[in-house]
């Protein structure tokens, strides 16, 4: 695991041996002019140091190429590291990279003065550009000196919290470099790892999991609750992360998941066991209910949908990462879907078709049926290497069976008479092979090998000798002519492999052959001390089984070859005569043993069974290097069984999802009326079913899934979370276009149909004019969109108007009070933009997949606590109107989102639409008038914008947490307009989880000064906990927090600016009344708040 | 899981002229193990790809007459390691215009600074051939010059800001004053042909290779006339999956200059039409000492278009000592240490079929040869996809420049082989 390499390490750590080495090199041929710079290298050196110690940087530039040349060709160039180091802090890059090169190889032997460079890196982390901060900590993190290990994990503690996923993916990086160093940091790593595979972006996401697999892979536990994220976010990770994702995946899901396979074959077993008492009747009903009831758990099932697509990756690896995943985990009948993927990689060099030929050969022995289809491409070419062919061999003799196998002993007939004679022995192998396993063809293939025995070449023939031995044990009934050709052949062959073979089949079937095998013995025993020691051996068996059948004509040659064998050189050859005399020649010592010599030397043997050499490998994992080698790698991490019963599914549930319960308890409660069958689909009850039985079944499972029924009146909580799975899985199909398709996923009321209509209409002509950003999505996406909403539209129109209520609640749900969750969210343009009444994502999405789906892109910043948006309210201000902007009008809107340009910043959409029929050019922002410390982002300027089009425009403003207003001049090319955005109160929040225990906490410590409150009227059809939520949210941005009290409702949120807690509570009253309470210590905003929501409620 | 520890290149001769490090040094020594297997495979194509030795694992790649060793401490997914050090050739090639040994020589300290972008601690970092050339400009004679004058360096100081964007393919700030997109789609037919003429085996896989040159973020819709046609494709990473699902269109923002856009095999019902037909007798005689070589080629099933660029190797057996032929049409060569005979034949013009005739000395005593070799035949032909995909149109969105759009068909024999 660690990074010394003990083997051939140079790690001498001082310049003498170093330079000995150099004189001398260990590999004669490579350096072969070593010695000859010995001595010119030294003057080199000095001329090196005086050119970096040059002022010019060309000199210095120069010299570092050199040196790098220098550790290109293995020369030692350590003792230059004082004047190299110096140069460590040059303004130009080059230079500086070269010297970041010379230090990574060298810091390990000159440890001293690489603690010199330190510094220069510890500036460079705190530098505001994120590419400098991320190569700053990756050479930092590879100088490989023990004493900075403490600052080594500073730096990557800070980097792993930084605001760039580039810096953070290097911390990632960093994290197996410290390991690999002191491994004594391994708690505190593991804890970073921890906040890292939270992390949501896909930059970061590969790099962590790595150094998960790396210093902690049995820490399961960490995957738990991003597993989903990890499997939604799969698609996005650069191709090598995928691979190392995969690869993980599929160890975690074999220790999460119970087997798919057990429907295939047979599941009763356990039952058995179980069910002991009850009649075989019963059994097999029961047998049968569980075959039909096993329903994969979603999120076995999300794995496999969000990995199929990866098999067309251009990157072996992947598609080889994603086959294995399938093998590994798919249910026997999808597996097939590899096949065709694995069979293209064969297109590709020979290393890659190496590699996955093996891994075929492996699978092709246990299922057969998923290459056959694809048998004639692995027929062999006279090009192919040799290795290629053999393997290609191979599968082509596991797949062989009664329909396919006359062609392909056709295809073999090719094979025997190629130039590549290693080949044809191993095609004449492969005929033996088939011709065992096949029965109908065991006659034909053995005529055909005594046909090869009159082969020219001889290493034909004697492979052919050897698999007609094999054959011949098989069924050694009716071949006696088979056995004298053979005796014939002796004559000539000279492999000593095939002449043994032959006499051992003359000895064991001497009986068939009485007049030969005599010959045979007195022909070999004259030639007994020239043959072979393999050779020999079978002389000693063969005359051995003759003494005991025709000892008669045998005795004397016997005595002979045995006397031979006393004296030989070989001391198993010795050792073996000895027994055999001792066996069957009787004398007064020799025991009761040699009564049974003939039953010793002539029992029946078993016939060999010709396997396939691939037949072992099977307990490695596929695609690994130790499958390939076939024997266990350093650090193989075992592919564990599936478990018995499956471990709790519910840990693998975002916090957000786990209130979701609660919430849907609480919704059931007050929507009695609705009976809840009608919402959900059939497949959805059957699940219901599957997690009825499986909760019955397992004994440790179900305790706490009886629990939550306990909680919740009806069985709502189990079908909330079945539902949650199958939602979840179609969403995740759309998870790449996630991004952009939300906006038009909104389906349910016509009107707001109509909106995301509009809203996707109007981004699609942005998308289409815009030029900086990835605005490509937005396109594919449009037509998908119209489409989904026609799909859910009608059939689940009910489903979404309560499963949107779920999710509505859900999202902000409720936190576990010590647990931080990171939440990057994602600050795309094309963030999926909700409106009030319907929560469109998510509606059909699974409350806890929103978190996850929601953080998919690369952009972010870590806005710790803050968790989504629940509403974006469609409501558009108006900015400029058209007549005042000679065509140009302007409406603003906030996204509720944190803001890209920075945290600060309340975020602004701005659509600017041209209604004249002139194209109006180069809009942009001008003068500013802002109050003091107020901050505005700009908009980039807009080009052109066409008539009749319009473009969405994001802005960043920090209002200081005050509602004034921003006032600033919109210009185009020929005008400028004088607006102003002022925002709502509510707008100035960003919504805060927490849980009612903190919530009241916090409150606690408001009260007096801090808190403002007022009896408000409520309209009665506003009391119920929906419309109140809903309500409250359309009016400023709050976050929900999960109540225990039906009477009162707590939101909470922090001010943009200062993140200064504001907490809402609303408790009803009786007689239509209720309180409104809010504690914040900006008693201005608060007391603003409170004015904006005391309204909202007694409005009908 | 710890990936690549160090690499080592590797000559035909068995120089290590390049060795580079991520993580401690291992000694060069280790390579020995790996020309042991070398001596022991023959044939450089033999050796096989994973060695494993006391300490470390070796697997290796070889491109273009050179080893790619890799040094590997622990498990890790052969393939992956593979498919990165031909990625890392890619590079090379794609940097130097060959991945050759003079090249890699020649430009040592920009192959460090690949090396360097490409591997963080073993692991990949930067793979995508956009991102490395806004990292290190590859090295033109204009900008050696330039550089030896104003002391400017191969060092891009611009960010490569691809790097952090979801489009990681693209390099930002692409200006083109002629802005242009090629598509070129290439059918290679795979076949074995038996003796009698009737095809063993048969089947079309097919790429398009692009070569994109637009400004800004132009965003593509390629469709085709007949996608069915597609069997199994495998995509370039810019590629829009969803919408290939549903739409059968490949939609993509295209990396920055050339490459390829997808590969793809035609579904195996469609029968191959076979472009060529080979007459051949090849004989031996017992005893003799000599054979008979007659070969002619013609065209079949060309759909009207002229067959060019035919060229035929053959591996002919050991014992064959030297051939006496002559060739109606183009020029032939054989080599007497590889056996290797190559006729470069040119078009075929069906009036008059080439034909290549003679004699064939083998080695005196030697027994006669018992197969005949296989004819490995190369051909090109203009203008035609043998599948009959067909490319429906290209469209843009988001630049507003009109930009020059070209499509090229061109079938080619792939592993095109006669058996005889």
Not at chain 1, 988 to 1001: I, N
Not at chain 1, 1062 to 1083: C, D, G, R, Y
Not at chain 2, 298 to 327: C, D, R, S
Request: aromatic share 6%.
């Amino acid at each position: 695991m660690s990074g010394n390499g003990i083997g051939y390490g140079e790690q001498g750590g001082e310049v003498a041996p170093e330079l000995a080495q150099e004189a001398a090199p260990t590999t004669a041929p490579s350096v072969p002019a070593a010695f000859g710079l010995f001595s010119s290298d030294t003057k080199k050196n000095e001329d090196l140091k005086q050119m970096l110690e040059s002022s010019k940087d060309s000199a210095k530039l120069d010299a570092m190429k050199r040196i790098v040349g220098m550790i290109a060709k293995g020369k030692n160039a350590s003792e230059l590291f004082p004047a190299v180091v110096k140069n460590v802090a040059s303004k130009n890059i080059e230079i500086k990279k070269l010297v970041y090169v010379y230090l990574m190889r060298y810091a390990e032997e000159q440890q001293d003065l690489a603690l010199l460079s330190i510094s220069t890196f510890q500036r460079a982390l705190k530098d505001p550009n994120q590419l400098i901060r991320a190569s700053a900590l990756r050479v930092l993190s590879s100088i490989r000196v023990p004493i900075i290990v403490p600052i080594m994990m500073l730096a990557i503690k800070e980097a792993s919290s930084d605001l760039s996923p580039y810096v953070r993916k290097n911390a990632a990086h960093a994290i197996q470099k410290l390991y690999s160093l002191d491994p004594e940091q391994k708690e505190m790593l593991i804890e970073v790892i921890e906040k890292l595979l939270r992390d949501r972006s896909t930059l970061v996401a590969g790099s962590v999991v790595m150094a998960f697999e790396e210093v902690c892979p049995d820490r399961i536990d960490l995957i738990h609750k991003n597993y989903r994220k990890l499997c939604n976010l799969l698609v996005d990770v650069e191709e090598w992360g995928q691979v190392v994702i995969i690869h993980m995946l599929t160890r975690y899901a074999r220790t999460q998941f119970v087997s798919p396979w057990k429907t295939d074959e047979d599941v009763g077993d356990e039952y058995n066991e179980n069910n002991f008492y009850e009649s075989d009747e019963e059994q097999k009903e029961k047998d049968r209910k569980v075959k039909k009831t096993y329903t994969m758990d979603p999120d076995h099932r999300l794995l496999l949908r969000n990995t199929k697509p990866l098999l067309q990756s251009r990157n072996a690896a992947v598609v080889m990462a994603v086959a294995q995943l399938y093998w590994h985990l798919a249910p026997k009948s999808e597996a097939g879907i590899i096949s065709k993927s694995l069979v293209r990689l064969l297109r590709s060099n020979r290393e890659v078709q190496y590699i996955v030929l093996q891994n075929i050969a492996t699978m092709s022995i246990q299922r057969k049926g998923m290459f056959e289809p694809y048998l004639k491409s692995f027929y062999v070419r006279s090009t192919d290497p040799t290795m290629i062919k053999t393997l290609k061999l191979e599968i082509m003799t596991n797949l062989a069976n009664e329909a396919n196998i006359s062609t392909l002993l056709r295809e073999f007939q090719t094979y025997v008479k190629s130039q590549d004679k290693q080949f044809a022995a191993a095609t004449i192998q492969a005929i033996g092979r088939c011709a065992t396993n096949i029965s109908e063809v065991t006659d034909t293939c053995l005529n055909g090998l005594v046909c090869l025995l009159s082969n020219r070449d001889e290493i034909v023939v004697a492979e052919s000798v050897v698999v007609i031995k094999k054959l011949l044990q098989t069924q050694p009934a009716h071949h006696g002519e088979i056995i004298k050709h053979m005796a014939k052949l002796l004559d000539n062959i000279t492999v000593p492999v095939a002449r043994a073979s032959i006499l051992w089949l003359i000895g064991e079937y001497c009986e068939r052959v009485p007049k030969i095998a005599p010959d045979v013995l007195r022909k070999t025993a004259k030639s007994f001390t020239n043959e072979d020691d393999l050779v020999k051996l079978q002389i000693l068996n063969l005359g051995a089984k003759l003494y005991l059948t025709n000892s008669k004509q045998t005795k004397l040659l016997t005595q002979y070859v045995l006397n031979l064998g006393k004296y030989d050189q070989s001391y198993d050859i010795r050792d073996r005569t000895r027994f055999i005399r001792q066996l069957i020649v009787p004398n007064e010592k020799s025991g009761a043993l040699s009564k049974y010599a003939k039953k010793i030397f002539l029992a029946q043997k078993p016939a060999p069974l010709l396997e396939s050499p691939f037949k072992d490998r099977d307990h490695f994992q596929l695609g690994t290097l130790s499958h390939t080698l076939n024997s266990r790698a350093t650090g193989y991490l075992e592919l564990s069984d599936w478990p018995e019963v499956a471990p709790d599914p519910a840990v693998r549930n975002v916090e957000v999802a786990e209130s979701a319960k609660e919430w849907t308890a609480i919704l059931s409660k007050t929507k009695k009326e609705k009976p809840t069958e009608k919402f959900y689909s059939e497949s959805e009850e059957e699940e219901e079913d599957s997690a009825s039985t499986s909760a019955t079944e397992s004994e440790s499972g179900s305790e706490s899934e009886k629990e939550r029924k306990e909680e919740s009146s009806s069985n709502e909580s189990s079908e909330s979370s079945s539902s949650t799975g199958v939602s979840s899985d179609s969403e995740s199909e759309e998870s790449t276009e996630k991004k952009t398709s939300g906006a038009a996923e909104e389906s349910d009321s016509e009107d707001i149909k109509k909106k995301a209509k509009e809203i996707s209409k109007s981004r699609s002509t942005f998308s289409s004019s815009d030029t900086e950003s990835s605005s490509s999505e937005e396109s594919s996406s449009n037509s998908k969109s119209e489409s989904d909403s026609n799909n859910d539209s009608d059939t689940e129109k009910s489903r979404n108007a309560t499963s949107s209520k779920k999710g509505e609640k859900t999202v902000q749900g409720r936190k576990a009070p010590n647990k931080q969750d990171v939440f990057l969210l994602d600050l795309d343009d094309f963030y999926p933009v909700t409106t009030p009444v319907a929560v469109p994502a998510a509606a059909i999405l699974s409350p806890s997949l929103t978190a996850d789906l929601e953080g998919l892109s690369l952009s972010g910043s870590p806005v710790i606590d803050v968790t989504t948006q629940v509403f974006v309210p469609t409501k558009m201000h108006e900015m400029l109107h058209r007549m005042t902007g000679k065509g140009l009008s302007a409406h603003y809107q906030f996204s509720r989102q944190p803001c890209i340009f920075g945290d600060r910043m309340v975020s602004v959409q701005v659509t600017l639409t041209n209604t004249s029929d002139q194209k109006i050019e180069n809009i942009h922002i001008g003068e500013k008038k802002l109050p003091p410390g107020m901050r505005m982002h700009e908009f980039n300027p807009i080009e052109c914008l066409e008539p009749e089009r319009s473009v969405t425009v994001s802005m960043g403003i920090d209002f200081c947490d005050s509602t004034q207003t921003a006032s600033f001049q919109l210009c185009t090319k020929d005008d400028h307009f004088n607006v102003n955005i002022q925002p709502p109160v509510g707008e100035l929040l960003l919504p805060v989880t927490m849980s009612e225990k903190d919530f009241k906490k916090e409150q606690g410590m408001l009260t007096g000064m801090n808190e403002t409150s007022a009896t408000i009227d409520v309209a009665p059809q506003n009391s119920t906990s929906r419309v109140i939520t809903e309500r409250l949210m359309k009016a400023a941005n709050l976050g929900v927090v999960p109540s225990g009290q039906d009477k009162i409702h707590r939101f909470a949120a922090k001010t943009v600016h200062s993140g200064s807690l504001m907490l809402v509570t609303v408790e009803l009253k009786e007689s239509s009344t209720a309180q409104l309470i809010i504690n914040t210590e900006k008693t201005v905003i608060g007391s603003v708040l409170l004015r904006e929501l005391k309204p909202v409620l007694s409005q009908g | 899981m710890k990936m690549i520890h160090s690499l080592f290149l590797i000559n035909c001769s068995g120089d290590i002229f390049l060795e580079k490090h991520w993580k401690s040094v291992v000694s060069q020594s280790v390579c020995d193990y790996f020309f042991e297997a070398q001596e022991k495979a023959i044939d450089v194509e033999n050796v096989p790809p994973v060695i494993s030795t006391p300490h470390h694992y070796l697997i290796s790649i070889y491109r273009d007459k050179i080893f790619f060793v890799s040094v590997i401490q622990t498990e890790v997914p052969p393939l992956f390691v593979i498919e990165f050090l031909h990625r890392v050739a890619d590079t090379f090639q794609d940097y130097f215009g060959e991945c050759s040994e003079t090249a890699i020589k020649d430009n040592v300290v920009i192959v460090y600074e690949l090396l360097e972008e490409m591997l963080d601690n073993g692991f990949p970092l930067a793979t995508e051939s956009n991102i490395l050339k806004e990292l290190i400009k590859p090295p033109t004679i204009l900008r050696s010059v330039v550089n030896s004058i104003t002391g400017s360096s191969n060092v891009g100081d611009t960010l490569p800001t691809g790097q952090l964007s979801n489009i990681p393919w693209r390099r930002a700030g692409v200006k083109y004053t002629n802005n242009e997109a090629y598509f070129d789609v290439i059918e290679e037919i795979d076949a074995i042909i038996d003796k009698s003429g009737s095809t063993v085996f048969a089947e079309i896989q097919g790429v398009i290779d692009s070569c994109i040159k637009l400004s800004g973020m132009p965003d593509l819709s390629l469709s085709f006339m007949n996608p069915r046609l597609l069997d199994d494709v495998s995509f370039h990473p810019c590629i829009r999956f969803k919408r290939w699902e549903s739409e059968r269109v490949l939609s993509f923002i295209p990396p920055d200059g050339n490459f390829r856009l997808i590969s793809y095999r035609v579904s195996s019902q469609n029968l191959v039409a076979i472009p060529v037909y080979v007459k051949h007798l090849i004989s031996f005689k017992e005893n003799s000492s000599s054979g008979r070589f007659d070969v002619t080629i013609g065209p079949k099933q060309n759909m009207g278009k002229t067959v060019e660029g035919v060229v035929m190797t053959v591996h002919m057996p050991k014992a064959v000592l030297n051939m006496n032929l002559t060739a109606t049409q183009g020029s032939y060569t054989f080599d007497p240490v590889t056996k290797v005979l190559a006729w470069d034949v040119g078009k075929i013009t069906p009036q008059k079929l080439p034909n290549l005739k003679g004699i064939v000395n083998l080695q005196s005593g030697a027994p006669k040869p018992e197969e005949n070799p296989s004819l490995n035949i190369q051909f090109k032909i203009q203008q035609l996809a043998i599948s009959g995909l067909k490319v429906n149109r290209l469209d843009m969105y988001g630049e507003k420049y009109k930009p020059f759009k070209g499509v090229k068909y061109i079938t080619k024999a792939g592993k095109f082989q006669v058996r005889t």
